[in-house]
C-alpha cells in the first residue's frame, strides 16, 4: 500500500499532504487523478487555503472577473457575441447557397453599397440595423465596411 493510505478495521484513511492528519477518506474531496481517488489535501485544509488565496491580489482578481461575467450574463450582455458570431455565420451560409434557408428568398453578393472610386474589390455583408435579423444588412467593400464600423464606434 501507499505510505500516505492506510486501513485500519475496514477503513481506508489517508494522510492529508497539508496537515499531515490521518484523515476518512470521506473526509477528502474525489479527484480521479489522486492517490485513492481523492485530492491530497483534506477538505478542511482546502476550505482554508481557498479562502487564503481569495485574499490575495490573484484571488480577488479571479473573484471580480467571475463576478462580471455574472453580472453580465444576468443583463443580458454575455450573450451579445454568440448572437453576433451568429448572424455572421448565417449571412456567410445564405451567401453560399444563394438563399436566405428555409425560403425562396433569393440571397446574393450584391455591389458596395458606395459604389466610388475608393471601392475595395472584396464586398462584405453588414448587418447595419444589428445583429437580430441576421440576412438585414447591406452589402459594402471592405474598405467602406471599415469606415462604417468607425463611423458608429465614434457614434456618428
Not at 42 to 51: F, G, M
Not at 119 to 131: A, E, L, R, T, V
Amino acid at each position: 500500500m501507499i505510505k500516505s493510505v492506510k486501513q485500519v478495521s475496514g477503513v481506508t484513511f489517508k494522510k492529508c499532504s497539508c496537515c499531515d492528519k490521518w484523515k476518512s477518506l470521506n473526509l477528502y474531496y474525489n479527484e480521479t487523478r489522486g492517490i485513492a481517488g481523492t485530492q491530497s489535501r483534506c477538505k478542511e485544509c482546502v476550505k482554508i487555503k481557498t479562502r487564503e488565496y481569495a485574499l490575495t491580489p490573484g484571488g480577488k482578481l479571479v473573484k471580480s472577473k467571475s463576478a462580471i461575467k455574472l453580472y453580465n450574463k444576468q443583463k443580458g450582455k454575455y450573450n451579445k457575441d454568440k448572437i453576433q458570431k451568429s448572424s455572421q455565420a448565417k449571412a456567410k451560409y445564405a451567401l453560399k447557397i444563394g438563399k436566405i434557408p428555409g425560403t425562396d428568398i433569393e440571397f446574393k453578393r450584391g455591389e458596395c453599397a458606395h459604389s466610388d472610386a475608393s471601392c475595395s474589390p472584396s464586398i462584405q455583408f453588414h448587418h447595419d440595423k444589428g445583429y437580430d435579423n441576421p440576412y438585414d444588412g447591406i452589402f459594402l467593400c471592405a474598405h467602406h465596411h471599415k469606415l462604417e464600423h468607425i463611423r458608429l464606434k465614434e457614434g456618428k
